[in-house]
């Protein structure tokens, strides 16, 4: 622990007012000479603030658990740190001989750094289209899973639920984008994608307008309400046609981190 003895009255000369807040004395703990760490440091640290009593020979601690300093944030600490009429009653113990004494204790924790590489990507070169024509539409289980497809650099598969999901007010057919390669991606990857999905008809397209997602190893899923049942089997919009239908995917892989 380090202990610093401050002469109250020389503390109080340096400046036009004590460091006070709503009449309480505010003690901080700040990083000294951060121009010669790396650049963007960072640090988790525990630390603890001790005032001493000297009648009573114990200590005042204040401690914090865990506290993060970086390059926007390099001190942190108590804004009432003890009462100002508390510390200058001397009967108290803490300032005797116009002189009190300050201590803290700090356990810096080691921070594994994180570096982000982020790849911004030319649409025009990755954007594709994948199209299915699925066949014995009535005759689909619950759940439609198309084979896995590469695109924009990377593997991904579309499921239907093709007789609705019967938790919606509207019963609708609902549509999963799985992007396969997330699945192995590292706490920290991620990429973001623009896409369109489409039913086209014979005399009309069906699509949910540009939708965008950003695929991680815990989010390897988007999913939406496609098109509703009754709308989907209506023969004048025609999507169901000798029992098929055309299913049509554009991905446009965005930004890969």
Sequence with gaps: MMRETHNLSQWASKSTKWPCFCGHVYVYLALAETSSLPVDWEFNAIFTIFLYNQILDNYLCFRVNGRHFNETKSEWGFSKFISKKRLCNESNGYLVDDKFVLGAEVFVLKRERVVESVKLLKPSIYLRTHDWKIS???ELEDVWIS?????????WKVKLVPKGDFSSKDLAMTIYLVCVSAGTFDVHQKISAEFYVRLKGRSTVHDLGKR????TSS????????IRLTELH????????????????????????
């Design 136 to 138: 014995r539409f009535s």
């Design 147 to 155: 084979d896995k497809f590469p695109m924009g650099g990377f593997n």
């Design 212 to 215: 965008s997602h950003w695929f």
């Design 219 to 226: 989010h390897t899923t988007w999913a939406a309400s496609f």
């Design 234 to 257: 209506n023969p004048k919009k025609g999507f169901l046609v000798d029992d098929c239908c055309n299913l049509q995917v554009e991905i446009s892989v965005q930004v890969v981190v």
